[in-house]
C-alpha cells in the first residue's frame, strides 16, 4: 500500500454519498481545522489578546519586572540591559517601540522602549525594568494588572 493512499469517508447525513480523499489531503484539511480552531479559542479565551496588542494599539494583562540578575547582560536587540533605565521586553512589538504602561490600582504610568523579549513566565505581556516597575509601583508584588498603549511602533 502506497504511503499516500486513498481513504473512503462516508457522510454522516444519509449514509450513502462516499468521498474519497488522498491522504495528504486530509493531512491539510486536519491542519487546517486546527489552526481555525486554535484562532477562534485564543481571541475567546484571551480576549483582546497580547499577541494582537500592537494591532488594537492597547491591551490589559499582567505585568512582572526583571532586575540585578539581568543587569548588564545583551538584551535581544543587542544592547546591554540596564535595569536603571525604562526599558521592557515584549513578545512580538518591534524593538524601539515606545509603550505607556499604567497600574490601573495606582493610576500612576510610565512609558518605556521595547528592547527585549519576553516575558516567558505565565501569561504577562510585559516585562518592565526595575526603574520602570518602581514608577508604576509594582516592585512589591512582583506581577500585576497593567495597560499597555502603544505609542509608536518602531519599524
Known amino acids: 500500500m502506497s504511503r499516500h493512499s486513498l481513504i473512503t469517508l462516508r457522510s454522516t447525513t444519509d449514509g450513502l454519498d462516499t468521498t474519497a480523499w488522498d491522504s495528504r489531503e486530509l493531512v491539510k484539511l486536519k491542519l487546517t481545522v486546527a489552526v481555525g480552531a486554535a484562532l477562534i479559542f485564543s481571541t475567546f479565551h484571551f480576549g483582546s489578546s497580547e499577541a494582537f496588542a500592537h494591532d488594537s494599539r492597547a491591551t490589559v494583562g499582567e505585568a512582572s519586572w526583571y ?39 495606582t493610576k500612576e504610568s510610565v512609558v518605556v522602549r521595547i528592547n527585549d523579549r519576553g516575558p516567558y513566565a505565565g501569561n504577562r505581556v510585559i516585562d518592565l525594568s526595575r526603574a520602570a516597575a518602581k514608577a508604576v509601583r509594582i516592585i512589591g508584588p512582583g506581577v500585576a494588572p497593567v495597560r499597555l498603549e502603544v505609542l509608536t511602533e518602531a519599524g
Open 67 to 105: 532586575g540585578g540578575k539581568f543587569h548588564g547582560r545583551t538584551t535581544a536587540n543587542g544592547e546591554r540591559y540596564d535595569m536603571n533605565q525604562l526599558t521592557a521586553a515584549h513578545r512580538t512589538l518591534p524593538f524601539g517601540s515606545r509603550v505607556r504602561v499604567t497600574n490601573p490600582a
